[in-house]
């Protein structure tokens, strides 16, 4: 074992520390200041072993008989304003500056309106983390304190079904303001049963259940039972969607993150990338004479088209198209707005992004690693004119962040 003082945060669910004899390693579920026992694991990951000193002023009991077994929750050893506190202090080592503006969650806890649920051996749960099982076995739960009262109400009532062996996993989705709770069974192809399928479906108490067939990350709905659309109202819009489509996963923020997002001044021609049902859109169609929207997921082309239709919006254009192909279709751009998946932008939109020259972006993102290598390209023509970092992701390490970008004159 080597002794080992925690220095500072990783963008990631370990810390940095440093060893004795000066070797960088990384050790989950500690805390800065901290000193450890700790032994290998795999690379650079240590295993903590025993204190040596806590740090008792940021560390608190978590508020979960689960952690750290199951992984989903990587700080919740943390107090809540030190876990804040550690994502602003790894916003701006990774960033170079500080955000000018932070959004807290109002609840650390019961703010999650979607939740995966894993199926092995007749039970539901999430996987285990490797570093106390290097093959994850599943961990049955009775509830989850990230779920408002209803999710967890229906997570306990699915422990008394008889579930299939080819059951690869159970997706949950709650409307948190009709209370609507829609169910997503994902079968295996092999051995699947269409008839065994649908008999489950109907005996499980929801607004609507979806049966889905294939394999990791690639499903293909083949029934739908009862409702598979729900609504919701922020800012005076409605919007619909169905349990297919992407939902911003903290509900208490929803209203304050729309207030956010919005550009330092207004345009006459707008182009939002990756933009879903609308979320961003409805409210952003204030602020210019025109504006182009799209996404690569038609099903949320379709809900968006559907929302600017209900909102009675005349200005904005919606497509389901490929956010580079529609980046390079669009010759004259004054605002850009930007909320690409964890990998950030590729290389190709970036380029052709420059080439646009757009007055304004807004950069919305969901992983700093992504976002710190896009600035670096986006910065060679553009400054950073105001950040902001939204912590609605409360207990693990993740955090949303948007950045404002200006065309350096």
Known sequence: MKITKIKKPSYGPEFFGLTENGEEVLIPFTAIGEVWDVKPL???????????????????????????????????????????????????????????????????????????????????????????????????????????????????????????????????????????????????????????????????????????????????????????????????????????????????????????????????????????IGFFTLPLSEWTSEMETSDLNCESSRYRNLNLKENKITNVKSLCLDALKHAKRVKKLDLLIVDPPRGGLIKPLVQTILERKPEEIIYISCNLLSLKRDLEELKRFYRVESSALVDQFPNTYHTESVVWLKLKI
């Open 42 to 276: 795999k690379g650079k990951v240590y295993k903590p072993i025993k204190p040596v000193k806590l740090n008792e002023r940021d560390r608190r009991n978590p508020p979960c008989d689960y952690f750290p077994l199951c992984f989903n929750c990587q700080w919740m050893h943390l107090k809540p304003q030190t876990q804040t506190a550690y994502k602003v202090k790894l916003f701006e080592e990774l960033l170079g500056f500080k955000p000018e503006r932070v959004l807290t969650s109002p609840s650390e806890l019961s703010y999650r309106v979607r939740v995966f649920l894993y199926h092995g051996e007749g039970k539901l749960g999430f996987r285990k983390s490797w570093i106390f099982n290097p093959s994850r076995p599943l961990l049955e739960i009775d509830g989850c304190p990230l779920l408002p009262e209803s999710l967890n109400q229906r997570l306990t009532s699915l422990r008394e079904f008889k579930f299939p062996g080819n059951l690869w996993g159970v997706e949950l989705l709650l409307n948190p303001q009709s209370g609507e709770i829609f169910t997503k069974l994902l079968f295996l192809k092999g051995g699947f049963n269409f008839t065994t399928a649908v008999s489950l479906a109907k005996e499980i108490p929801t607004d609507g259940v979806g049966i889905y067939v294939g394999e990791y990350r690639h499903w293909e709905k083949i029934q739908v039972l009862g409702k598979w659309e729900t609504k919701i109202t922020l800012k005076g819009y409605t919007y619909r969607f169905s349990p297919d489509c992407f939902l911003q996963p903290n509900y208490l923020l929803w209203e304050e993150f729309l207030n956010l997002v919005k550009p330092l001044e207004s345009h006459e021609k707008a182009l939002e990338l990756h933009a879903g």
